[in-house]
């Protein structure tokens, strides 16, 4: 009479695995029971999860950031609260300086007390004064184009500034407007007005004119001036 045995563990082993795989092959034992690949396609379907997730709450976030299509922004306040934005211009009642630039042509200035420079001069304001300029006459030419030296920078001579050797007290910043476009000044004559203890702030004349009408309000007349040459002037 035979008697019944155990089985083995390699029997053990293929029960299991028609179990869990019927298209089961013995060369793929390693590979179906290794315990990465176990571990695997929990981890895929757990990233897709978190992936499709993110990708909702996202989507759910665009629609309720959403700019609104309607302009109406409900009824008129009546509340004493609400801020006159108009009185908080502190230099709403303080008039502008006489000299103040109204309009910049391309051979002249108009200014708020009705004086106006033409025939292409430049206007210099200091002091609450306005003079004609024409700084290139101070080096004896008669073109503009000159004020340009061979290294694209604006440059004159010291006598055009003799208005501000005169002055006193000096003003403590001079606006440059430097007609269509702005330059680099050079060297030598950023020194000479540093010298005499007057800052230099370059632009274009149209925002050198602006600049000074709002910085004259502010701080005064006596303490910022300006050079300006007409809007026509572009270089050489």
């Known amino acids: 009479?035979?008697?019944?045995?155990?089985?083995?563990?390699?029997?053990?082993?293929?029960?299991?695995?028609?179990?869990?795989a019927p298209n089961y092959?013995?060369?793929?034992?390693?590979?179906?029971?290794?315990?990465?690949?176990?571990?695997?396609?929990?981890?895929?379907?757990?990233?897709?999860?978190?992936?499709?997730a993110r990708f909702s709450s996202s989507t759910a976030d665009r629609d309720t950031t959403a700019a609104s299509k309607s302009t109406d922004r409900g009824?008129?306040?009546?509340?004493?609260?609400?801020t006159d934005f108009g009185s908080l211009n502190v230099l709403g009642?303080?008039?502008?300086?006489?000299?103040?630039?109204?309009?910049?042509?391309?051979?002249?200035?108009?200014?708020?007390?009705?004086l106006k420079v033409g025939?292409?001069?430049?206007?210099?304001?200091?002091?609450?004064?306005?003079?004609?300029?024409?700084?290139?006459e101070a080096s004896g030419s008669s073109s503009k184009g000159q004020m340009i030296n061979t290294k694209g920078q604006?440059?004159?001579?010291?006598?055009?500034?003799?208005?501000l050797d005169l002055v006193w007290p000096k003003p403590d910043m001079l606006i440059l407007g430097l007609g269509a476009s702005t330059y680099?000044?050079?060297?030598?004559?950023?020194?000479?007005?540093?010298?005499?203890?007057i800052k230099v702030d370059i632009q274009d004349t149209r925002n050198a004119a602006a600049q000074f009408n709002l910085l004259a309000t502010?701080?005064?007349?006596?303490?910022?001036?300006?050079?300006?040459?007409p809007i026509g002037f572009k270089g050489r």
């Open 218 to 229: 502010e701080r005064g007349v006596g303490s910022i001036a300006a050079a300006l040459i």
């Open 25 to 52: 092959c013995p060369s793929q034992r390693r590979a179906l029971y290794h315990p990465q690949n176990a571990v695997r396609p929990v981890r895929r379907t757990l990233s897709q999860t978190i992936r499709k």
């Open 93 to 114: 009642n303080t008039p502008p300086p006489t000299t103040s630039i109204d309009a910049c042509l391309t051979d002249g200035f108009h200014l708020d007390n009705g």
């Open 75 to 82: 009824p008129l306040s009546n509340e004493d609260t609400q």
């Open 154 to 163: 604006w440059e004159v001579q010291k006598a055009a500034w003799g208005i």
């Open 184 to 197: 680099p000044i050079s060297p030598e004559t950023r020194k000479y007005i540093n010298s005499l203890g």
């Open 119 to 136: 025939g292409g001069s430049g206007c210099f304001l200091v002091a609450g004064e306005a003079f004609s300029w024409r700084p290139w």
């Open 1 to 20: 009479m035979s008697t019944m045995r155990a089985p083995s563990i390699q029997v053990i082993r293929v029960l299991r695995t028609a179990e869990y």
